[in-house]
């Protein structure tokens, strides 16, 4: 069974930054994706960014240009760097890790941004 642990969240000013972290262990196989979710108060969890094991990344709209996702492979660690914070930002954050084709998830992070 592979544990999920996120960490970093807590509350900003709008314009701020936040950064989270993301660790999973009891992996038997390589972590193949890492990524961060999000969901808001009366609304789905949504993709905020993606990483692969290669490094590859992919970001939601609302992410791109604002947040940074990295890994620490060797950790089996994912980062997720929030600049420019915005009020619609918050949300619990979730990080999920693939473990060849399943899906493991974190307890979630509050992130909440004050206008």
């Known amino acids: 069974q592979v544990h999920v642990v996120e960490s970093g969240g807590g509350l900003v000013e709008a314009g701020g930054s936040l950064g989270l972290s993301c660790s999973a262990s009891?992996?038997?196989?390589?972590?193949?994706?890492m990524g961060w979710y999000r969901q808001a108060p009366g609304k789905q969890r949504e993709l905020v960014a993606t990483?692969?094991?290669?490094?590859?990344?992919n970001y939601a709209e609302s992410a791109k240009g604002r947040f940074t996702i990295s890994r620490d492979n060797a950790k089996n660690t994912v980062y997720l760097q929030m600049n420019s914070l915005k009020p619609e930002d918050t949300a619990v954050y979730y990080c999920?890790?693939?473990?060849?084709?399943?899906?493991?998830w974190g307890q979630g992070t509050q992130v909440t941004v004050s206008s």
């Open positions: 009891g992996a038997a196989f390589g972590i193949n994706v």
């Open positions: 999920k890790v693939i473990v060849v084709v399943t899906q493991f």
């Open positions: 990483i692969t094991r290669s490094g590859s990344t």
